[in-house]
């Protein structure tokens, strides 16, 4: 049979009493993670950045019906940019995946930057 010693007890008891502690200063949200309001959808937006055609805006069906994008579509030049919104409310796209920016339109500019004008080829999923 093994018995606890004093310190692990002790440290049960702090670290339960600091989780409760961070709940109650958390606020119901943390405490009941899918009640949480959906952000709103972005703004639409349709322009001419560097030459390229940006267009952005809720998803009409697309290669993925907008599925990562929350049901928001970018394209440039036509081309469909597969965007996809984090759990932080930041917006990456497949050529931008590691640079997370606040919202579609700073995404679709920050590709056509890193494009340098290339054309956006189709992503093919097989």
Known sequence: ????????ALGVAAGAAGAAAGLA????AAAAPGAAAP?????????????????GGPSHGGHHGGHHGGGYSV?????????????????ISVINHYEPVATPRAVARAAVRELQGAPLVPLTLT
């Open 1 to 8: 049979m093994s018995s606890i010693t004093r310190r692990r």
């Open 25 to 28: 200063l958390a606020g119901p």
């Open 39 to 55: 952000a709103p959808a972005p703004d639409s937006f349709d322009e001419v950045y560097q030459g390229r055609r940006i267009q």
């Open 75 to 91: 394209t440039i030049d036509g081309e469909e940019l597969h965007v996809m919104r984090n759990a932080d409310g930041t917006w």
